[in-house]
C-alpha cells in the first residue's frame, strides 16, 4: 500500500467538490479507497467514503487548512470501486453530485454482517477440505479405528450437504415454457449474444414472468447473480410467492418501505451471498451488488421508476441498464407497452425487440367496443354516467356470474363544485387546484388532491350563499350510481382513500378475487398485476379526463393505463370485453385498440420529433422554487437568461432550446411557487459536455446570487 496521508471523502451532502482530509498519525489502520471514515464538517460528524488516496494536495489548498479523519469505521460495509464510480456516473448523468448518490445508496449506515456471513462460508468449506484430509489419512492407516473412520465419514456427508444446499436451488425450476415463450427466450438469447438490451413485448399474461425466471436461473446456475426490478413492490406479493416457488431461499425482496434494519440485512446479505436473486424497487440498484449475469426490469415503461426526489432524480430502469454495463450483465426489459423511449432505442439498434403476441392460457383475444357518451346523450342514452349499452353489458357479465371492473381515473365524489348562481368554482388556497368533493358518512368535505388541504361542505357558495353542484363524477359518486343501477350487485370501491388503511385495501382486493364481491369500481390503482379468475368485462368511464392534462406523454400513458386494465380482462381464458366511454371515439388513443397499433407510436414518435421531445431529444427541467411567487419569477428569468447564455452556441445551431419560464401544473409544492425552464438538448456527442456547462452555469448562478437550495435539475423528467 501507499502511505499517501491524504485522502480525498465523499460527503452525504450536495458538495460540488470532494473535501480532502488527512489521516493523523494516531490512525495506525490501511486507509484504501472505499473505506468508510467518520469525518467533521461544516460543524457536523459524518460518515464518508473514501475516494481516493492523494498523494499530495491541489496547489491552493495549504496542509494547515486539511483536517484529519476522525476514525476509520472498519465494521462497516466497504464499497467496492465499481460501485463508487457508478455513482459518478449517475451523478454526471442526472446532473447532480456524487454525495447525493452516495446518500441515496447508503441511506443509513449499516454493521457490516456480511463479512461474518461470508466467513462463514468460508469456514464451512475450509472444515469441509479438513474433513476429507482426515478421513484420506484415516484411510490410508491402519491404526485408525472403523468407528472413527465411520463418524469422519458421516460428518463429511453432512458438511457437504450443506454446502451443497448453498448452491443448489438455482439450477433447475422446473420451469417449462410454451413455443411461443421458448421462440422468445431464443430472441432473448441472441440479442444478449449480441451485446444488446433485450425488450420483451409480450401482452399482459403472455407469460413474461416465467421467461424472467428461466433467465434468472441460468444466469445462478453460471454461478451469476440477478436483480429483478419492479415499478411497486405492493403489487407484486403474487409474483413473490411464485419466485419463492422458483428460488426458495436464494431470494431476497427489497424496497424502500423496508425498516432500516431489514434493509441493512438484505444489503448484508447480498454482499456476502454467491448466489443471490433480487426482488426490488428502484432502491435496489443501489445493494452492493457484484457478479451480477442478469438484470430484468418488468414494466419498464412504468413512470415509478423515476424518482422526483430528492437528488439523483433518476430513473430506476436506466441506471439499472447502467448498473448492468458496469458488471457485464445482460439486461431484459419487459412491458406490455414499451415506453416509446424503449422502441426508439429499438429503431436504432441498441436494443432487441422481441414480440411475444399470445396469452399462454390461451382464448381469444378480448373484444373492444368504443362508446360514444355524446351520441348516446342524444339519444338519451346515458344514466348519469353509465350508458345504456354499458349498463346492459353488466347486467349480462353479473347474470353469468362473472365479475367487473370499472375504470375512473378520479377518486372523490366529485373531481369539482361549481356555484349554480355565481359560477365560482373553490379553489385550494394553498395550490389553488380545484376542490374535489368527497362524502363520509359523517360530513361532506371539499379536499385539495394536491396538499391535502380540506374544509367542510354544506352545499352552499362561500361568495354568494348560492347552491353548489358538483361537476363530473369520481369513483364514489359512480359507486353510488352503481348501487342504484345494480341493486343486487355486491359493490366495492378501491382507490387512494381507501387504501389509505392497507387493511382494508387488502381486504378489497381479497373478497373481489375469491369473487364474493361482483362490481369493483376504483382509479390506476386497480390496473396493475391483478389477477382475478372471473373478471369478463373492463370498463373505463370518462376516459377523456386521462387526455385532459398538461403533459406532453398523456397520449402515451393513457394506452399504457388502458393496456394494462384491459390485461385484467379474462386472464383465464374465456370471453372477455373491455368498453371504453368516450366523447372522442375517433381519437387514436381510443381507435388503436380498435386497429392496428403500429401506426400509432409511428405517429406519436413523429410528434416528439417535431416538437424537440424525448426520444428524440433529452429533456432538462430546472426548477426554481420560492415561497414568494414574485421573487421565484424574477430568479427564473434571470436564470433562464444565464441558460441561454450558457447553451448560447448550441441554441444557434438549433442543438438546444430553451423554454419558459412557466408555471407548472403542480405550481406550489410545500408552500413554494415553482417556476420551470425546460431545456431540450439534441443527442450527440457532445451531449455529456452540453450538460456539465449547463450544471456549471447553474451552480454559478446560485452562488452569484446567494441562492443555494432553491433550484433543482431534473434530467430525463416523467
Ligand atoms: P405476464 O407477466 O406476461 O402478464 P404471466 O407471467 O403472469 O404473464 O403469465 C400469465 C399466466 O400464465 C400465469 O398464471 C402463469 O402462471 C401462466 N404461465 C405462463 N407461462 C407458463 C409456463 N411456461 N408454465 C406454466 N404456467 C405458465
Ligand atoms: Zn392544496
Request: hydrophobic share 35%; with cysteine; glycine share 6%.
Amino acid at each position: 500500500m501507499t502511505d499517501a496521508r491524504y485522502i480525498q471523502v465523499i460527503l452525504p451532502l450536495k458538495l460540488e467538490w470532494v473535501p480532502y482530509y488527512r489521516i493523523p498519525d494516531s490512525i495506525s489502520a490501511v486507509v484504501e479507497a472505499g473505506d468508510k471514515v467518520r469525518v467533521n464538517f461544516s460543524g457536523r460528524e459524518y460518515i464518508g467514503v473514501v475516494r481516493n488516496l492523494a498523494e499530495r494536495l491541489p496547489e491552493d489548498l495549504p496542509a494547515s487548512k486539511v483536517r484529519p479523519i476522525k476514525s476509520v469505521e472498519t465494521a462497516l460495509a466497504r464499497v467496492r470501486k465499481e460501485e463508487i464510480e457508478l455513482w459518478q456516473q449517475i451523478a454526471d448523468y442526472y446532473m447532480c453530485t456524487v454525495g447525493e448518490v452516495f446518500k441515496t445508496a447508503c441511506p443509513a449506515q449499516t454493521f457490516n454482517r456480511e463479512e461474518i456471513e461470508a466467513r462463514k462460508k468460508e469456514r464451512l468449506k475450509a472444515r469441509v477440505e479438513r474433513l476429507r484430509e482426515s478421513l484420506e489419512k484415516a484411510r490410508a492407516s491402519k491404526r485408525v479405528k472403523e468407528s472413527t473412520r465411520e463418524r469422519l465419514e458421516a460428518e463429511l456427508a453432512i458438511q457437504q450437504a450443506k454446502l451443497e444446499e448453498k448452491k443448489k436451488g438455482s439450477v433447475d425450476t422446473g420451469i417449462v415454457l410454451n413455443s411461443a415463450q421458448n421462440e422468445a427466450i431464443a430472441g432473448v438469447r441472441s440479442a444478449f449474444k449480441a451485446k444488446k438490451v433485450a425488450l420483451l413485448h409480450g401482452v399482459t399474461g403472455s407469460g413474461k414472468t416465467e421467461i424472467y425466471s428461466k433467465l434468472a436461473a441460468e444466469a445462478l446456475a453460471k454461478g451469476r447473480n440477478v436483480l429483478y426490478l419492479v415499478p411497486e413492490i405492493a403489487l407484486s406479493r403474487q409474483l413473490e410467492e411464485r419466485l419463492e416457488t422458483f428460488f426458495g431461499e436464494d431470494l431476497l425482496v427489497f424496497h424502500s418501505h423496508e425498516t432500516q434494519a431489514r434493509r441493512g440485512q438484505v444489503a448484508t446479505t447480498v454482499a456476502g451471498s454467491t448466489n443471490y436473486i433480487v426482488l426490488g424497487t428502484r432502491s435496489a440498484i443501489f445493494l452492493p451488488h457484484h457478479d451480477l449475469g442478469l438484470v430484468i426490469v418488468d414494466e419498464e415503461h412504468d413512470s415509478s421508476y423515476k424518482q422526483d426526489s430528492p437528488a439523483p432524480r433518476y430513473n430506476g430502469r436506466d441506471v439499472a441498464i447502467m448498473l448492468a454495463k458496469s458488471q457485464g450483465a445482460d439486461v431484459i426489459l419487459g412491458s406490455a407497452t414499451p415506453s416509446l423511449e424503449a422502441l426508439f432505442n429499438c429503431q436504432a439498434g441498441r436494443f432487441s425487440e422481441i414480440s411475444l403476441n399470445e396469452k399462454y392460457h390461451g382464448g381469444e383475444p378480448v373484444e373492444v367496443e368504443l362508446i360514444d357518451t355524446r351520441a348516446e346523450r342524444k339519444k338519451r342514452g346515458m344514466h348519469g354516467s353509465f350508458s345504456r349499452k354499458l349498463i346492459q353489458h353488466i347486467s349480462e357479465t353479473l347474470e353469468e356470474g362473472a365479475q367487473v371492473l370499472i375504470l375512473r381515473s378520479r377518486r372523490s365524489y366529485s373531481p369539482a363544485v361549481q356555484c349554480t348562481e355565481c359560477g365560482d368554482i373553490p379553489k385550494c388556497p394553498r395550490c389553488n387546484v380545484s376542490l374535489s368533493l368527497h362524502k363520509t358518512a359523517s360530513n361532506d368535505r371539499l379536499v385539495c388532491h394536491h396538499c391535502g388541504y380540506s374544509v367542510k361542505f354544506d352545499g352552499s357558495c362561500q361568495k354568494c350563499g348560492g347552491s353548489m353542484e358538483g361537476l363530473g363524477a369520481g369513483t364514489q359518486k359512480i359507486e353510488e350510481e352503481a348501487a342504484a343501477l345494480f341493486p343486487a350487485a355486491r359493490i366495492v370501491r378501491l382507490d387512494s382513500d381507501v387504501a389509505k388503511n392497507p387493511k382494508e385495501e387488502a381486504r378489497v382486493v381479497k373478497e373481489f378475487a375469491e369473487g364474493r364481491t361482483d362490481i369493483l369500481i376504483g382509479t390506476q390503482m386497480v390496473s396493475k398485476g391483478f389477477d382475478f379468475e372471473k373478471l369478463k368485462l373492463v370498463a373505463v368511464m370518462q376516459a377523456d379526463s386521462m387526455l385532459a392534462v398538461q403533459d406532453f406523454r398523456a397520449d402515451e400513458r393513457a394506452v399504457q393505463l388502458l393496456e394494462q386494465v384491459r390485461g385484467r380482462c379474462a386472464r383465464r381464458g374465456g370471453k372477455g370485453l373491455f368498453v371504453i366511454q368516450t366523447s372522442k371515439p375517433e381519437h387514436p388513443v381510443y381507435t388503436r385498440f380498435t386497429e392496428d397499433s403500429r401506426g400509432f407510436e409511428e405517429n406519436l414518435l413523429s410528434e416528439r420529433k417535431d416538437f424537440g421531445y424525448p426520444p428524440f431529444y433529452r429533456l432538462i427541467y430546472i426548477n426554481v422554487r420560492d415561497t414568494y411567487a414574485d421573487k421565484a419569477d424574477r430568479m427564473a428569468a434571470a436564470l433562464n437568461a444565464a441558460v441561454q447564455m450558457a447553451l448560447g452556441r448550441r441554441m444557434e445551431n438549433g442543438s438546444a432550446g430553451v423554454m419558459g419560464p412557466y408555471v407548472p401544473a403542480k405550481e406550489i409544492e410545500d408552500g413554494r411557487h415553482t417556476r420551470t425552464i425546460r431545456v431540450s438538448l439534441a443527442r450527440s456527442k457532445d451531449l455529456a459536455a452540453a450538460k456539465a456547462g449547463l450544471r456549471k452555469a447553474v451552480i454559478a448562478f446560485e452562488i452569484q446570487n446567494r441562492y443555494d437550495g432553491h433550484i433543482t435539475i431534473d434530467v430525463d423528467p416523467v
